[in-house]
C-alpha cells in the first residue's frame, strides 16, 4: 500500500509540473513577437504526434492503427436506413488535437489543401466529413514519413481511396 501511495504522488507531482511548464510556454507565445510565436507553434504539433508514436510503438504496425492511436479512424455507424462514418473518439487526445492544428493550419496556408477542400465542398460533402478526410491524410503522412524516412505526398485526399 505505501508503495502504490508513493507512485501515486510521484505521478501526481509530475502531472502538475508537466501543466506547470506547458502553461509557461503558453504564456510566452501569447506575448511573444508575431514571428517568434509563428515559429514555436509549427514544430510543437509534429513532436506531439512523434511522442504518440514513440509511446505506442506497438500499435504502430499501420497506417490505419496510427490513425486509430490518433482518434482519427472511422467508425461506420447507422441511424435508421441511413449509415455513415464518424470518427473515432477514443485515442490520444493530445495526438488529436496536434491532427487539427495542422489540418487548421493548412486549409489557412495550404492552396492544395484549400483546393482539395473547395473541390470536396462542391461534390456536396459535409464540412466535418472533410475535416475529417483531412485528419485522417495527415495521420497518414505523418506515419509515412516517420516509418520510411522520407515520402512524396500526393494529395488525392484521404477519403479518395
Known amino acids: 500500500m505505501q508503495s502504490a501511495r508513493m507512485f501515486k504522488l510521484a505521478k501526481d507531482s509530475a502531472v502538475k509540473a508537466r501543466t506547470q511548464a506547458i502553461n509557461q510556454l503558453k504564456a510566452v507565445r501569447v506575448v511573444a513577437d508575431p514571428a517568434l510565436r509563428e ?17 505506442h510503438p506497438e ?17 461506420e455507424y447507422s441511424s435508421g436506413g441511413r449509415s455513415s462514418r464518424r470518427l ?5 487526445r493530445q495526438a488529436n488535437a496536434a491532427l487539427h492544428r495542422i489540418v487548421f493550419t493548412r486549409l489557412r496556408h495550404d492552396p492544395r489543401t484549400q483546393a482539395y477542400y473547395e473541390r470536396r465542398t462542391q ?16 495521420a497518414r503522412e505523418v506515419f509515412n514519413l516517420a516509418s520510411s524516412g ?12
Open 39 to 55: 515559429r514555436l507553434s509549427g514544430p510543437d504539433s509534429g513532436v506531439t504526434l512523434l511522442i504518440t508514436m514513440a509511446n
Open 59 to 75: 500499435r504502430l504496425s499501420t497506417e490505419a492503427s496510427f490513425a486509430a492511436l490518433c482518434g482519427v479512424s472511422p467508425i
Open 88 to 92: 473515432n473518439r477514443g485515442g490520444d
Open 123 to 138: 461534390e456536396g460533402e459535409t464540412r466535418r466529413k472533410i475535416i475529417r478526410c483531412l485528419k485522417r491524410y495527415a
Open 150 to 161: 522520407s515520402a512524396t505526398p500526393r494529395y488525392r485526399g484521404a477519403c479518395d481511396r
